[in-house]
C-alpha cells in the first residue's frame, strides 16, 4: 500500500524558515516523480514544484510564486521527499501535500494527508 | 501563473448529470489533457482520470471524461449525495514548465 506522510509543518513568522519532509513507502521510491501541491485555508490547489527521479537526473522545477526561495531534494535511500522553505511570506500559508505522480501520464496519483505551515506574526 | 478554467459552483439535482468544464489553451489542455481530481471538506484530494482519460482502479464508472480542443470535461451520471465535493482539472503546461490546477468547481447535489 502507497503510504506519504508529511512531517514539519509549523507556525512561523514572516522572514522565517521551516523544512518540511515526506516519508514514502509501499512503493520503489527512486522510480517516481513526487511533487509538492499545496491548498491555502479554505482554496485551491497550488502548485508548488516536483523532483524528478534518478533516471532523469533527479531535476526540479518550481512555480514562479516560490522559485528562489523554496528547495526540494529527496533522499532515495530513505525513501523520503522535502521541501527547503526560506523567505517566507504570509501568503505561503496553507496546507502542503506530498504527491507521488505516477509513471505516465505524470500526473498526481497519490497525496498524503499533508502537513498545516502557518507564516504569521 | 495562469491557470485552467472552472465554473466556480454547480447544482444538480440527486440522481441527475452534471457536466463540469475545465478550459485551457493549446500549451496545456489542448495537447496535454487534464487530469481530474475530486476533495471532499478536510480530505486530500483524489485523482479520478489520468490526462488521457483512463480511470484508475476503484473509481465508479458514473464518471467518464473527455476533451475537445483546449476544453475537458467530467460527466457525473446518477448522482450520488457522497459526489458532492470540489473537483478540480490540472495539467503539464509545456510554455510554462509548470503543473497548472483549475480555481475547482464545487458540485452540490440537491
Known amino acids: 500500500e502507497v503510504q506519504l506522510v508529511e512531517s514539519g509543518g509549523d507556525l512561523v513568522l514572516p522572514g522565517g524558515s521551516l523544512r518540511l519532509s515526506c516519508a514514502a513507502s509501499g512503493f520503489t521510491f527512486s522510480d517516481h516523480y513526487m511533487d509538492w501541491v499545496r491548498q491555502a485555508p479554505g482554496k485551491g490547489l497550488q502548485w508548488v514544484g516536483r523532483?524528478?527521479?534518478?533516471?532523469?537526473?533527479?531535476?526540479?522545477e518550481y512555480a514562479a510564486s516560490v522559485k528562489g526561495r523554496f528547495t526540494i531534494s529527496r533522499d532515495d535511500s530513505k525513501s523520503s521527499l522535502y521541501l527547503q522553505m526560506n523567505s517566507l511570506k504570509t501568503e505561503d500559508t496553507a496546507v502542503y501535500y506530498c504527491?507521488?505522480?505516477?509513471?505516465?501520464?505524470?500526473?498526481?496519483?497519490?497525496w498524503g494527508q499533508g502537513t498545516l505551515v502557518t507564516v504569521s506574526s | 501563473q495562469a491557470g485552467l478554467t472552472q465554473p466556480p459552483s454547480v447544482s444538480k439535482d440527486l440522481r441527475q448529470t452534471a457536466t463540469l468544464t475545465c478550459t485551457g489553451n493549446?500549451?496545456?489542455?489542448?495537447?496535454?489533457?487534464a487530469a481530474w481530481l475530486q476533495q471532499h471538506q478536510g480530505h486530500p484530494p483524489k485523482l479520478l482520470f489520468y490526462r488521457n482519460n483512463n480511470r484508475p482502479s476503484g473509481i465508479s464508472e458514473r464518471f467518464s471524461a473527455s476533451r475537445s480542443g483546449n476544453t475537458a470535461s467530467l460527466t457525473i451520471t446518477g448522482l450520488q449525495p457522497e459526489d458532492e465535493a470540489d473537483y478540480y482539472c490540472?495539467?503539464?503546461?509545456?510554455?510554462?514548465?509548470?503543473?497548472?490546477f483549475g480555481g475547482g468547481t464545487k458540485l452540490t447535489v440537491l
Open positions: 523532483s524528478r527521479n534518478k533516471a532523469n537526473s533527479y531535476t526540479t
Open positions: 490540472s495539467t503539464w503546461d509545456s510554455s510554462l514548465s509548470a503543473v497548472v
Open positions: 504527491v507521488r505522480l505516477c509513471a505516465s501520464p505524470k500526473d498526481f496519483e497519490y
Open positions: 493549446s500549451n496545456n489542455v489542448g495537447n496535454q489533457g
